[in-house]
């Protein structure tokens, strides 16, 4: 009786060391997905669907439309998009400065990927989860 007790105690002490990796979300970060998605209306779709069903419920994706100089959102609470002004005309500045300016105006964490992607349901969660793994890591390492 007091080894069963034991190869319990013994496994739920693994179990817990095990948990002790896994993040603790008080409250879910959020998450913006950034996708170019220049003159690719009809190419899109797949990248679409495959971040409209994130497991990860707190999300929002940013498609960049360059050509018209505008961008909109999805946000996956409501499941509308929203469309919003253009604040920097990219044909003249370029692509890789207009990634560094959305990094500083974008809330929470941004994950970047080409519209051609398609995305198992859980990309968000497992992003999420591999940043928390390193802020603390680089935490302790201060």
């Known amino acids: 009786m007091n080894t069963i007790i ?3 105690a013994l496994t739920n002490i693994k ?5 002790e990796n896994f993040p603790r979300f008080y409250s879910k970060p959020l998450v913006s997905v ?5 003159n690719e209306e009809n190419n899109i ?21 360059y050509k018209k100089e505008h961008y909109f959102t999805y946000k996956k609470e ?14 003249k500045i370029g692509r890789r400065k207009v990634f560094r300016f959305k990094e ?3 809330e929470g964490y941004r994950y970047f990927i080409t519209n051609d992607l398609k995305l198992t349901a859980k990309t968000a969660y497992a992003y999420i989860k591999k940043r928390w793994k390193v802020e603390t890591m ?5």
């Open 6 to 8: 034991l190869i319990i």
């Open 15 to 19: 179990e817990y060391k095990r948990l």
């Open 34 to 38: 950034l996708v170019p998605a220049r």
């Open 45 to 65: 779709e797949n990248c679409i669907n495959s971040l409209i069903n994130q497991t990860y419920s707190n999300y929002e994706i940013i498609f960049e439309n």
């Open 78 to 91: 409501n499941r509308k998009i929203y469309y919003k002004e253009a604040i920097l005309d990219v044909s």
């Open 104 to 106: 500083e105006n974008v």
């Open 138 to 142: 680089h935490r302790e390492l201060k």
